[in-house]
């Protein structure tokens, strides 16, 4: 457990973790850190109520991220899935107790408005960026994604090794999403990409053959494979990185303190090896995804 009380020497140790965290994410000029002065006993956390630690997310909420199993859809208390289980953990390192730990919801939008919360972070898939970081607060990447092609076995495109073999493949994506600016970016196919509002629109238009195919982080095709759109398959997940990573971090009200509490704590599951235990319960699954080369 997270150890109120830590030494300077304890701090500067995991002020290094979140360094090495921030820089293999591609992120470190977005991470909140971590601030000396800032006192992490349990009693001086700055909470939305005492002696909780309020989480929010999504409603629903998926797996592979939370609530993985038909007993236990939608219930982050669950402790399943990467998101879910990573809740718990952080809650133990900061001094909770598991009943100690209350889920809200609220809309993904919603939460990035300017303005005082009425919880302490939200955990549900939120990229970091420069925009958003202007009215919130994030913690350091939990995660970092890697694209993914969705289509039917059936398809020309579902045996595609590299991006060239995808160049006459109409493809879709939501807007405003890391994955529309990877087809447009990185893909380039020759027909334009097909934009849609919503993921759940993406995946409409390709039960409808409308596309050939959609490009999602790898976590959320595993959902959209499973759940989502029967018959399909993931053809591969892509060798090339987008041109600014997808990190995914914690998002806090602005100029919360208890931030720098949970990038402690998320130092310390990275270096006893528990969210790498996470994900590669939760999101690496089988493993056997072949990968589109460049």
């Not at 993406?202 to 959902?223: C, H, K």
């Amino acid at each position: 457990m997270f150890a109120a009380r830590a030494t300077w020497t304890r701090v500067l140790v995991l002020i290094a973790a979140l360094a090495l965290l921030a820089a293999a994410c591609g992120g470190d000029d977005e991470a909140e850190g971590v601030d000396p002065d800032v006192s992490c006993a349990f009693e001086d956390l700055n909470l939305a109520t005492a002696g909780t630690l309020t989480v929010a997310t999504g409603e629903p909420v998926f797996p592979p991220w939370m609530g993985v199993g038909d007993d236990v859809f939608d219930v982050p208390e669950s402790k399943t899935g990467f998101e879910g289980g990573l809740v718990y953990a952080l809650a133990e390192e900061l001094g909770f107790t598991d009943d100690q730990v209350a889920f809200v919801r609220t809309g993904f939008g919603e939460a990035i408005a300017p303005g005082p919360k009425d919880w302490d972070f939200n955990i549900q898939q939120y990229s970091i960026n420069d925009e958003r970081d202007e009215v919130v607060d994030f913690s350091v990447p939990y995660y970092t994604t890697r694209q993914a092609l969705v289509t039917f076995p059936d398809s020309p495109f579902a045996t595609a090794t590299s991006l060239a073999d995808l160049a006459d493949a109409k493809l879709g994506a939501a807007i405003g999403t890391t994955s529309l600016d990877f087809v447009e970016d990185v893909i380039k196919p020759n027909t334009e990409a097909s934009v849609y509002d919503e993921n759940v629109d993406v995946e409409a238009a390709m039960r409808a053959g409308q596309i050939d195919g959609l490009v999602v982080d790898l976590p959320a095709a595993y959902f959209v494979t499973a759940v989502q759109v029967e018959g399909a398959i993931i053809a591969g997940q892509f060798e090339e990185g987008a041109a600014d990573p997808d990190n995914y971090g914690m998002l806090f009200a602005d100029g919360n303190p208890l931030v720098s509490c949970v990038n402690v704590a998320l130092a310390e599951l990275i270096d006893n090896g528990k969210l790498q235990e996470l994900e590669d319960t939760w999101l690496t699954q089988d493993g056997g995804v072949p990968t589109i080369g460049n």
